[in-house]
């Protein structure tokens, strides 16, 4: 059973634009989220994180938005750079004190030029 | 500041065969946990250690195992390869001093089981 969800293997935007990437969860004790971008052959490198007290959060280009309603997050991009290009995990934590982390199979994310 | 350190980068072992994977943390951080990669199932959680308790624990099965070191220093072990065990093994540090801290990642090793 797939816990976090990410339902688009794949996006293209154009430089420039905004790119958004999306996540589903199943789980309502998850309270602390996560993306990561994953280059090839490299490991995954962290983005931005929010915890379930807030619905926004922001670090330059990248803002993250987390709706509890809807078990729903998104990762925007504004504005999209080619070197954005990478795969996206979202990941979730839960409340129950353990420290791992349930990931989404990844968005891979192609800005073009 | 160092980052996470992992060795080795790429390994090609044969079926049957037994691996030890290596990670250093990042200076200071004293968890340490794993993950496996494989295509389509994103990463997978394998096991969390701090101080040299093993924390948590995911689906795996016995055939893995892992421990930490005083220093930190974390090694993960896979019995009895089977080719399904060819993926990317990553392990990540965090500082731990609050609960939600993110965890960074070393750049992985990759395993071949032929």
């Known amino acids: 059973d797939q816990q976090v969800k990410q339902n688009s293997p794949s996006l293209s935007v154009q430089e420039g634009r905004i790119s958004i990437l999306n996540c589903d969860y199943t789980n309502s004790m998850f309270d602390y989220f996560l993306w990561y971008k994953k280059y090839p052959a490299e490991g995954p490198t962290f983005l931005i994180s929010i915890s379930s007290i807030k619905d926004k959060n922001e670090d330059g280009r990248f803002t993250v938005f987390l709706n509890k309603s809807a078990k729903h997050l998104s990762l925007h991009i504004v504005p999209s750079q080619p070197g954005d290009s990478a795969v996206y995990f979202c990941a979730a934590a839960p409340t129950s004190g353990t420290y791992k982390y349930i990931f989404g199979t990844g968005t891979r994310l192609k800005v073009l030029a | 500041k160092a980052g996470v350190t992992q060795t080795p980068r790429y390994l090609i072992k044969t079926r049957g065969q037994q691996v030890t994977l290596s990670c250093s943390p990042i200076s200071g951080h004293r968890s340490v946990s794993w993950y496996q990669q494989t295509p389509g199932q994103g990463l997978q959680f394998l096991f969390e250690y701090f101080s040299e308790t093993q924390r948590n624990k995911g689906n795996f099965p016995g055939r893995f195992s892992g421990r930490q070191f005083s220093n930190s220093r974390s090694e993960m072990n896979v019995s009895t390869l089977e080719l399904g065990d060819s993926a990317l093994y990553l392990c990540?540090?965090?500082?731990?001093?609050?609960?939600?801290?993110?965890?960074?990642f070393g750049q992985g090793t990759r395993l071949t089981v032929v």
């Open positions: 990540a540090s965090r500082g731990d001093s609050r609960r939600n801290t993110e965890a960074f």
